[in-house]
């Protein structure tokens, strides 16, 4: 697959390792995607997203939050709420019993060939095929960034939350990616 992706992407996918690497995480996730798009914002993403006023702190904080819900999303939460879970309510519970971020997963060690390697979790795997359709259905030869940020906004979840709360929607992104072409 990572022969159809253009150089910018290549760049944002090593770019997302990094970030993986610099919070300490064992995985590269869909929020690490999204920050290494924010990085550079002289690219056609980073542009873009820095004109809705999309920040890495906000990222970051929205993803802390998540985690402490145990990866839940906002619409997730909310879901549950609506079927009577109260996710806030369960989290204190957790965290009443084991203690503060419970829920958080802890990175674990590796040892052995693989010491130095971060995969990527499923969800971030899905963002890169949905990339990937993306660059296919609008007719372009190789995945850019822009089909990278089309994917992380359609897929839900906290990526998806963060950047409709700034305005970052499907149509304007694609609007980029046909302006681009």
């Given amino acids: 697959m990572f022969e159809r992706f253009a150089a910018d992407t290549r760049r944002a996918v090593r ?11 064992d995985e590269i996730g869909e929020e690490h995607l ?4 924010l990085r550079d914002r002289t690219r056609e993403a980073g542009a873009l997203l820095a004109g809705r006023g999309v920040r890495s702190a906000e990222v970051e904080d929205a993803y802390a939050r998540s ?21 806030r309510e369960v989290m204190a519970a957790v965290e009443r019993s084991h203690g503060a971020e419970a829920l ?11 010491a130095g390697h971060r995969p990527f979790t499923a969800e971030a795997k899905a963002v ?20 990278l940020l089309l994917a ?3 897929g839900g979840g906290v990526a998806a939350e963060v950047l409709a709360e700034r305005g970052v929607d499907y ?11």
Avoid: M, N, P, Y
């Fill in 15 to 25: 770019q997302a390792v990094e970030e993986a690497r610099r919070q300490e995480r």
């Fill in 34 to 37: 999204l920050l290494a798009l």
């Fill in 67 to 87: 985690r402490r819900r145990g990866g839940l999303s906002e619409a997730e939460s909310d879901s549950l709420h609506g079927i009577g879970i109260d996710v």
């Fill in 104 to 114: 958080v997963r802890r990175r674990r060690r590796r040892r052995g060939l693989f």
């Fill in 128 to 147: 890169l095929e949905r990339s990937l359709r993306e660059a296919l259905e609008h007719g372009d030869r190789s995945v850019r960034e822009l089909h």
């Fill in 152 to 154: 992380l906004r359609t």
């Fill in 171 to 181: 149509a304007a992104v694609l609007s980029s990616v046909r302006r681009s072409a």
